[in-house]
């Protein structure tokens, strides 16, 4: 019965895909429009998505205006830009589809740079942070080693990427739900064992005196280089260039390792070492 | 079957956006399968368990019994008029602190309705409420001379619900009653809210971490649905044609 339903599903699927894979490959011109830069200077005004669950990177503060890093960030491209900003909450399930599809000109959300990614979304370096993958754990639990996962349910969210490794690496039961409120409030309510995300996310939540019994007792994995995004058609062009650039001398003069500060996130070696890399030769 | 998983691997190769990779791909096959699967099992969970709340709803609010009429007025006004989604949430997070648990390690605490219970449980209560309105359209339909017949005969007001007001009431129903278990179905993918890892659930994991693969797993879940909701409407009017009463004007 399934196998029957999975081969009719196939054969008006293989239908659709005649009808639209001319449309799919059309896509990539490579003379540069600058269509969507245009449109923002033209507009004086740029459409920004960040995100507004992942504190102190992008989270609402107690009036609902959303502040945090990434939005200082999206602030001094539109400053540099002489635009507007217009700052747009996204989710981690849907940021990509928001960039491609128009509802958004830059994304600065949080996002791992990961392969697959920079096929759908124009990202571009230097990457601005990274983070690992750990887990958040009751200390009464005691947890010492990812094995200790396996077989037992984890709480994660939507979208991101390290779920399928730690599932199948570890063998943990994943239970994904498309916020983290939802996910953390399931890892209050005892109902997994952990919480599995970022790990400068996890350390500033700790940090914030409301997870007193709680812990980031594992090896963080799988560091990954965090990466803003342009749409991909404009990512070589005038759009992905100038974002280069403002990656480039926030990280030279120090502006991100600043931005880490002021937001109190544990400091990085990766900005650390980023900065010497880049620093100007000529600055005493 | 590998020259299909070859077939596809292809397109994915040559239309980077067109990545099934649920046809060559066993763990996200098995994703997509058991997705389908959950689907079905809520989707058939939530209809059985939503009718007989239905058939026991309409008879309840014909009762003489005040108390129990205001109860059942309560209970539709309440799913009927909030959104299923937040009931969902509702009944997961808070009233899940109420259940009782067990734990198998001392920390944990697994409650004996699993997400999956739960989005039974609401989904059936939701479109329940709406269910004993359609019912109770239908038994208002019975003419009330027919009844009066059949008390005369001697039946008790059980009875005559049973033999005589639900069997004609039901086929005046159908037609109302397949568009709100239609409705039923796909409000299934809400369920997705409270993690139960249905079709909806399993295919934006696949394609949150396959981007590539986001048209083709989004058709999938179209093309999945529009068969199941095929079945659906397809044994229901079977259904509708069985219970055909000849000279029955319906």
Known sequence: MMKKMLTSALILVLTSILAFAPLAASADGHACTNDVWNKVMSRGKIVVGVKADYKPWGYRDTSGDIIGMEIDMAKDVAMKMGVDLDLVAVQSSNRMQFLEQGKIDLMIATMSDRKDRREIVGIVGPNYYTSGTNIMSPKALGLTDWEDLRGKPVCGKQGAFYNQIVEERYGAEIIAFTGNAEAKQALRDKKCIAWVYDDSSIGSDLSSGEWEEFEMPLNSEDDNPWALAVPSKERDCVFGRFMSGMQYQWHQDGTLIELEKKWGIKPTRYLADYQERLGDWLAD | ?250
């Open chain 2, 1 to 250: 079957m590998d020259l299909l998983a070859d077939f596809f691997r292809q397109i994915a190769e040559d239309h980077p956006r067109w990545n099934f990779i649920w046809m060559y791909e066993p763990v996200q096959q098995g994703k997509v399968l058991s997705g389908i699967w959950m689907t079905i099992e809520l989707s058939i969970a939530c209809l059985a368990l939503s009718m007989v709340i239905g058939v026991v709803g309409a008879f309840a609010q014909g009762s003489r019994n005040l108390i129990l009429r205001s109860l059942v007025q309560g209970y539709i006004q309440f799913f009927r008029n909030t959104p299923p989604y937040v009931q969902l949430l509702f009944f997961y997070f808070a009233l899940g602190q109420f259940t009782p648990t067990y734990s198998p390690d001392g920390w944990l605490e697994v409650p004996i309705i699993s997400n999956v219970g739960w989005a039974i449980i609401s989904l059936s209560f939701f479109a329940g409420a709406f269910n004993i309105e359609i019912f109770r359209a239908g038994i208002e339909a019975v003419p009330e001379s027919t009844r009066e017949a059949s008390e005369s005969l001697g039946f008790s007001r059980k009875q005559t619900y049973r033999y005589v007001v639900l069997p004609l009431a039901l086929r005046v129903s159908l037609p109302a009653l397949n568009n709100n278990l239609v409705n039923l179905v796909k409000t299934t993918t809400q369920a997705f809210g409270i993690a139960v890892p249905e079709l909806l659930y399993q295919s934006v994991t696949i394609w949150n971490d396959y981007p590539s693969a986001l048209y083709p797993t989004m058709l999938l879940v179209f093309v999945v649905y529009v068969i199941l909701v095929g079945v659906l409407v397809m044994s229901m009017s079977h259904w509708e044609r069985s219970m055909r009463i000849p000279g029955y004007g319906v």
